[in-house]
């Protein structure tokens, strides 16, 4: 610990002895200074023993005295040293007095202790605690690193909090807790996920100071990542702010965990080129070697029904801001590490992304729960689900995805399950400018006929449909003689130049018709 006054008063060289403020003598000593001046506030910093003689004070002054203490008191002077046989034979009853009204610390320094002794012995004492601080960060260093290699981060964690005297906690990239030491620590690290999420938004290295309302808590927080993406962080949880050799303890753990987050990516590429070859076999239709490829560290994701997941940025891309793609398949990452699930995500060279997730799983479910009810403009990405599947039917699955992720584009929705689509209307997958401008043109020529009021050609078609072509069902319907609409049939193939015997015309003018009835829902 740095020197106190009551270390410089039992050194047994200085021979200090105390007149004022003997409560006060546990106050740390930033510095020994000496100064003559009247008013010496100006060239302090707080934190000083302050030396004098009283060459120039008035030092029997009553009033001079109390006003002389309440300066120094103001400035952060933590002890007055007063000199005596120099300029008076002992300290005068009115500084004494005056310094026990301020329980301003008062020493008197002998004659024959020079001021040079004690700011010499006030420097060897801070050099010292500075020796002691280092040399404990370089243990706890070397004592981490040791658990680094052994044991992994969540050891890093433990070995910084019992170093600190307080907890610690460590954070993936989504503000998730991934470890935290002692283990009653893990709900109080909770509550800090959102300070945790406003550190990411800001470029790596990035720290923050965030209290605890409940625990009174000075909780430091450290990003961690060598990047500009922030991959982590590190809470560190005291009752007081860090010392020196706490404070060694905390930038040795995030260099630690900066190393291993960043091993740990090196890994999850080399292992996302796995997972795109193995990918690529299950689209190809040979699921046997896709098994043989994935060996153990995707083999059980494929033993299961599974889903394929395909995401894209919700607009165009700013340039100015960082891809969220990334940031969503490292929620997704997160979601099946917290879960235990293995999960397979690879970016594809025109920017989406497709992920293989097991079916019913923490990937699956995270990603229905935060976007099945947002729209497309209200999140970064849109996602495509597919139906559950196996290996033999992945490139059906992947289209399946295709299919979901066109349907979330034209409904402006932020994620469509492939299971929507079979469940509901297809009319609403008409919903596309091409569709309707077919519509029109197979039926414009009907309208302009019934514009000028020579029948009632669409509505006639229209009965005649949905009475799946019987006449007498379908005249009944219209209030007219089936002779009547026989003709208006004729008049249809007329106009049209195409046979209603051809279920394909039949298909197609039917289809046109709901298509244009009334705007298409979604």
């Known amino acids: 610990m740095p020197p106190t006054l009551a270390s410089l008063v039992q050194h047994s060289a200085l021979k200090l002895t105390v007149r004022a403020g003997e409560d006060r003598l546990e106050t740390p000593v930033r510095w020994a200074h000496v100064s003559e001046l009247a008013d010496p506030v100006p060239y302090l910093e707080g934190g000083e ?14 009033e001079a005295m109390r006003r002389y203490v309440r300066r120094l008191v103001a400035a952060g002077v933590v002890g007055l040293g007063f000199a005596v046989g120099v300029n008076y034979e002992d300290v005068p009853d009115a500084l004494v007095d005056a310094a026990k009204e301020e329980r301003l610390p008062l020493l008197a320094v002998p004659r024959r202790t020079p001021f040079i002794a004690i700011s010499k012995a006030v420097s060897a004492a801070i050099a010292a605690d500075q020796y002691r601080a280092v040399t404990a960060g370089f243990e706890a260093q070397r004592e981490m690193t040791r658990a680094a290699l052994a044991e992994g981060p969540a050891a890093v964690v433990a070995r910084l909090a019992a170093h600190v005297d307080g907890w610690a906690a460590l954070y993936d990239a989504s503000g998730a807790v991934v470890a935290a030491a002692p283990e009653w ?4 690290a909770a509550r800090f996920t959102g300070d945790v999420k406003r550190l990411r938004e800001r470029s790596a290295p990035a720290s923050a100071v965030v209290g605890g309302a409940q625990d009174d808590d000075r909780v430091e927080l450290q990003s961690l990542g060598s990047g500009r993406r922030v991959r982590g962080a590190l809470a560190v949880g005291t009752g007081a702010p860090l010392g020196t050799a706490e404070r060694y303890a905390v930038h040795s753990a995030v260099a630690l965990l900066t190393l291993a987050t960043e091993r740990s990516r090196s890994l999850q590429a080399a292992e996302q080129r796995l997972g795109a070859a193995v990918l690529r076999m299950l689209l190809a239709g040979q699921p046997d070697h896709a098994r043989a490829v994935a060996g153990d560290l995707y083999g059980g994701l494929l033993d299961a029904p599974f889903r394929l997941l395909i995401a894209e940025l919700s607009g165009e891309p700013d340039t100015d801001a960082d891809d969220p793609l990334p940031a969503f398949a490292e929620s997704v990452e997160s979601a099946a590490a917290r879960a235990g699930e293995t999960v397979l995500v690879v970016p594809e060279s ?13 990937v699956v479910a995270s990603c229905t729960a935060a976007y099945a009810d947002k ?7 849109v996602v495509g689900l597919s139906a559950p599947t196996g290996t ?9 995805a295709e299919q979901a992720l066109s349907v979330a584009r034209r409904r402006c929705r932020a994620l469509v399950e492939h299971e929507e689509l079979a469940a509901g209307s297809i009319l609403p997958l008409l919903a596309d400018d091409a569709v ?19 029948g009632d050609l669409v509505a006639s078609l229209r009965a005649w449909l949905s009475r799946h072509g019987q006449w007498d069902a379908a005249a009944a319907d219209l209030g007219v003689h089936r002779h009547t609409l026989r003709y ?16 394909d015309v ?13 705007p298409v829902a979604d």
């Open 49 to 62: 023993l302050l030396l004098v003689t009283a060459m120039t004070l008035d030092a029997e002054d009553p």
């Open 350 to 362: 025109d920017g989406r992304l497709v992920i293989l997730a097991a079916d019913g799983g923490a």
């Open 436 to 454: 309707r401008a077919f519509a029109d043109g197979m039926l414009r020529a009907l309208h302009e006929h019934d514009a000028t009021g020579r």
């Open 506 to 518: 039949r298909m197609e003018l039917w289809l046109s018709l709901k298509t244009t009835a009334t």
């Open 185 to 188: 620590a893990a709900r109080r």
């Open 488 to 503: 208006r049939m004729r008049r249809v193939e007329e106009i049209l130049g195409r046979s209603l015997d051809d279920p």
């Open 375 to 381: 729209e497309a403009e209200d999140a970064e990405t």
């Open 392 to 400: 033999t039917a992945a490139a059906g699955a992947y289209k399946q």
